[in-house]
């Protein structure tokens, strides 16, 4: 079944280093997206990327970084210069962004704990 | 200024009673396009139905139906008989492109509804 995988589920680290998750889709989607969200906050763009080797920063990139070398991954690294890491990452993909109606379809997340 | 705003933290409704879950946005754009998604505590986002602004019908999913009101820039989403299952946190989302190829979804921060048996 098509899906988008995220890896690990869970996630700990120690402060400091820097940490990188997981996201694969076989959707054969052209848009991927990084969403963070935090404890009964909604879901805030990190980075977004429309297109093999093109990336987008969202409205919260500081501290984060990603590529985008092939249509089926997209890796996003929380370094350590991103203040307060711990929070839930969502990974999502769509097709192609000129289809207006075109769902975001979700990954089941990783939950990154830093201490 | 927030994109989305949905003003009902949490919601309780007895089961098989009707909800109505609200959201409103701000764009200035003419093309744009409405989401609802359905967050169950497993964490995975579930995609509930879609609005386009251009749609002159109110999109309807199964028990899910859309209150799309243009000129007050309001998406209401509404639950029919509400079942057990329905309790989540639920997400108005937006999607515009102000600039060409530069599309993204914004999301509000979402109302936590609980079923009551």
């Known amino acids: 079944d098509g899906g988008i995988t995220q890896s690990p589920k869970y996630l700990f680290r120690k402060e400091g280093q820097n940490v990188t998750l997981s996201c694969e889709q076989n959707l054969n989607h052209d848009a991927m997206y990084w969403y963070r969200q935090d404890p009964g906050q909604g879901l805030r763009l990190i980075y977004y990327?429309?297109?093999?080797?093109?990336?987008q920063k969202g409205d919260i990139a500081e501290g984060y970084s990603v590529s985008r070398e092939k249509k089926e991954s997209f890796p996003l690294t929380v370094t350590s210069a991103q203040k307060n890491p711990t929070a839930f990452y969502l990974c999502a993909s769509s097709t192609t962004w000129t289809e207006r109606n075109s769902p975001l379809h979700f990954g089941n997340g990783t939950r990154l704990t830093v201490t | 200024a927030q994109k989305i705003t949905q003003t009902q933290p949490g919601m309780f409704v007895q089961e098989k009673e009707a909800v109505t879950l609200d959201c409103t946005y701000d764009t200035s754009d003419q093309s744009y396009g409405l989401f609802w998604y359905k967050q169950p505590s497993s964490g995975e986002m579930i995609f509930l139905i879609y609005?386009?602004?251009?749609?002159?019908q109110n999109a309807t999913e199964g028990r899910y139906s859309l209150n799309f009101q243009k000129a007050r820039k309001s998406a209401n989403l509404v639950i029919s008989a509400s079942q057990l299952g329905d309790s989540a946190m639920y997400f108005c989302a937006m999607r515009e492109a102000p600039n060409f190829g530069n599309e993204k979804l914004t999301f509000g921060t979402g109302t936590r509804l609980t079923i009551i048996p």
């Open positions: 990327s429309q297109i093999v080797n093109d990336f």
């Open positions: 609005q386009g602004s251009y749609d002159e």
